[in-house]
């Protein structure tokens, strides 16, 4: 069964950095396209960053610049690297695979950027 688990959320302050990770079991991340996304209350879900099977990042403008999403193989973990953290980055972060036609979810961690 496949499951991902989202880490290292928190409360930080403005400008502030923080690291999440998504740990994988039941599948491996290995030659595999992952996702990044957040959702904020009251709003819909938005794609945040993907990696590519050989590390290459692409990004949400409103995140581009601040945060670095990396992968590890061979732990089968993929993170988000985010810093200058504004309020707006305020919201639950989960991680994404797609496998065929089938999309797997974390259950989110929370992030919170507030003084």
């Known amino acids: 069964q496949v499951q991902l688990v989202e880490s290292g959320g928190g409360l930080v302050q403005p400008g502030g950095s923080l690291r999440l990770s998504c740990a994988a079991s039941?599948?491996?991340?290995?030659?595999?396209?992952m996702n990044w996304f957040r959702q904020a209350p009251g709003k819909q879900r938005e794609f945040v960053a993907t990696i590519t099977p050989g590390g290459g990042g692409n990004y949400a403008d409103s995140v581009k610049g601040r945060f670095t999403i990396s992968r590890d193989d061979a732990k089968n973990t993929m993170y988000l690297q985010m810093t200058s953290l504004k309020p707006e980055d305020t919201a639950v972060y989960y991680c994404n695979l797609l496998v065929s036609i089938s999309a797997y979810w974390g259950q989110g961690t929370q992030v919170t950027v507030s003084s």
């Open positions: 039941g599948i491996n991340f290995r030659g595999r396209t």
